[in-house]
């Protein structure tokens, strides 16, 4: 296995950034592909993993334990909460820009927020003891959703 690109024994909470699956903005995707057995261990002892738009159609989150599948567009959406849970507060606003939507979600994520028509903008899998967020959402996220992911909520 290849040696990651940065330690993340110190770490609790990792930020994957919106676009990172597209060369244009991002030439990150490379390396989450060849430390995908690290990150995986850093989730399944216990830490998050915020995923975010990859702003590619190309299959850029088949690094991740999980499966999720990534439709990319750019809109302004209203929120729909599909489920209560403390990721929800990723916003404080009833509406935010997002550069896409999920789908083929695993049987491990539970789908969090929506826009109106019913399509996933933020997921919620648990994975060993720890967690990975994806979300389409691109806003920077609030102080209650970052205390939240680095467990001081």
Same mark, same amino acid.
Not at 25 to 42: D, G, N, P, Q, T
Not at 56 to 81: F, H
Not at 108 to 124: F, H, K, N, Q, S
Not at 129 to 151: L, N, Q
């Given at each position: ?5 940065? %330690? ?6 990792? @930020?994957?950034?919106? &676009? ?5 903005? %991002? ?5 989450? !592909?060849?430390? %995908?057995?690290?990150? *995986? ?12 738009? #990859?702003?590619?159609? !190309? ?9 999720? *599948?990534?439709?990319? &567009? ?6 729909? @909460? #599909?489920? /209560? ?14 550069? /896409? ?5 695993? #049987?491990? /994520? ?8 019913? !399509?996933?903008?933020? @997921?919620? %899998?648990?994975? &060993?003891?720890? *967690? ?17 992911? @680095? /467990?001081?909520?």
């Amino acid at each position: 296995m290849a040696a990651p690109f940065f %330690s993340f024994t110190s770490y609790k909470f990792v @930020v994957v950034p919106a &676009g990172f699956g597209n060369e244009l903005y %991002s030439k990150i995707l490379k390396e989450l !592909r060849a430390s %995908s057995e690290y990150l *995986k261990e850093f989730v399944k002892a216990g830490a998050t993993l915020l995923v975010s738009g #990859a702003f590619s159609n !190309r299959d850029a989150y088949n690094w991740l334990p999980i499966r999720i *599948k990534y439709v990319k &567009g750019q809109w302004r959406v209203t929120i729909e @909460v #599909a489920k /209560g849970h403390k990721a929800a507060a990723i916003v404080e606003k009833e509406e935010c820009l997002c550069d /896409g939507y999920f789908t083929e979600i695993g #049987a491990e /994520g539970e789908i969090i927020l929506t826009d109106r028509e019913g !399509r996933a903008i933020l @997921v919620v %899998s648990e994975y &060993g003891v720890g *967690k990975i967020i994806a979300t389409t959402i691109h806003e920077y996220p609030s102080k209650d959703f970052i205390a939240y992911c @680095v /467990g001081s909520d």
